[in-house]
């Protein structure tokens, strides 16, 4: 909100959300803290803690510019800020979920995720079930007495199925468990999670907020029913971020909705282009309409991002390695958000529900903020390799 009270828009809210340079002297940035002890200025003060910082691990105003900016966004009560992305997953799941609980996740969910929760999160004892993600309200059939929380990814990891996230929050909400959204792919600016009734909002900060390549970053917003408990258990994980690296996160947060809109607007002329290609079978972009699930996406999201999947019509490894070897403007990384277009092979043997029925192989495209044409010329290579390997 404006100062008066009225509603501004979101590059006017990117630009300046989360710290007002008249408390720096009237310099635009922010200072970088680096902190750990904090002097507290009397006996009676450290033994009641009663100031606003404390140590370092808990907080510092380079944090708070962050956070506060990202509340901004969310509508949330409160946000924490921990190294990485998948951190953001692990600390509000080890913080809400203990041995003898039951935890619900979508099969199409980050692999990382999945991990955490098959190795560690097993072994600490949390019952795992993962189920479809279009399975809706039907959610309501396989939560227990014991669940604790939902975990949802919408769109899906690198298949990108569109989950109907009211009706999965009305079910567990009804049974009492709390639901988190892996939220990274449309970012605040194109779903706001806490809106639709999710109570956790996940982001890897790596990807669109800090856009450059070079920033491991997290959050996590929490709704007020679940803030005291999250940020309880990220001082009680330790798992904080260094300042420098906040810094750079919330200076990328400034530009995010610029790039982000180049990204999408690329990203979706790219995807109908590719539509049209031979040696495409199906694009996987929930912006198109012919994907299964773009009503749903139409409904909930105003926007969609840079990344989606292309099926090869036919073959297999070969097939798709070749296509990735053809490149030559498109690296070959994980991650995405950043400015330079992506490309890898995705892999589906994970997965217990959500496999699909594919015509071919799978690519992941991100596409970044280079010249459309130039991309689409790149593609060609790949789609001409893949169409004469053998």
């Known amino acids: ?6 509603k501004i828009g979101i590059n006017t809210r990117l630009a300046h959300s989360g710290n007002n340079p008249r408390d720096y002297f009237g310099f635009v940035n922010p200072p970088v803290v680096h902190a750990s002890t904090v002097l507290y200025p009397d006996a009676a003060a450290m033994a009641s803690r009663s100031q606003k910082y404390t140590y370092g691990t808990r907080g510092t105003p380079t944090m708070d510019a962050l956070t506060l900016a990202v509340d901004a966004l969310e509508g949330s009560a409160g946000t924490i800020a921990v190294p990485s992305g998948l951190a953001a997953v692990t600390v509000p799941l080890l913080t809400f979920v203990s041995a003898g609980d039951h935890l619900l996740i979508v099969d ?17 004892g949390v019952e795992i079930e993962y189920y479809d993600p279009r399975i809706g309200a039907g ?40 639901v988190m959204m892996d939220n990274t792919w449309a970012t605040p600016l194109f ?11 996940i982001h890897a900060a790596t990807k669109y907020p800090a856009g450059h390549s070079d920033v491991l970053l997290g959050t996590v917003s929490a709704n007020e029913a679940c803030w005291k408990q999250l940020y309880k258990g990220f001082c009680t994980l330790g798992c904080c971020s260094g300042p420098d690296d906040v810094y750079q996160v919330l200076r990328g947060l400034r530009t995010m909705g610029v790039r982000l809109e180049h990204h999408r607007k690329s990203a979706l002329d790219i ?10 079978a199906q694009v996987l972009h929930p912006a198109l309409e012919s994907h299964p699930d773009h009503a749903l996406w139409k409904r909930d999201f105003c926007g969609s991002s840079g990344i989606f999947s292309i099926v090869l019509k036919g073959g297999g490894q070969k097939q798709q390695h070749a296509f990735l070897d053809a490149l030559t403007i498109f690296g070959l990384g994980y991650s995405w958000g950043g400015y330079e277009s992506l490309a890898v092979p995705v892999f589906l043997g994970d997965r217990t529900i959500a496999k699909g029925s594919y015509a071919g192989p799978l690519i992941r495209l991100q596409i970044g903020l280079e010249d459309v044409e130039d991309l689409k010329a790149d593609i060609q290579r790949g789609l001409a390799a893949a169409a004469t390997a053998e």
């Open 1 to 6: 909100m404006a100062t008066d009270g009225s």
């Open 108 to 124: 199409s969910v980050y692999h990382p995720t999945r991990n955490f929760a098959d190795t560690m999160l097993r072994r600490l």
């Open 139 to 178: 959610i309501a059939q396989l939560i227990k007495t014991n669940t604790k929380v939902v975990f949802t990814e919408s769109p899906g990891s690198n298949t990108y199925e569109i989950q109907d996230i009211p009706a999965i929050v009305k079910a567990a909400h009804a049974a009492g468990a709390i």
């Open 191 to 201: 779903f706001k999670p806490l809106d639709h009734g999710v109570d956790i909002s």
């Open 271 to 280: 995807a109908r282009w590719l539509e049209e290609q031979p040696g495409v």
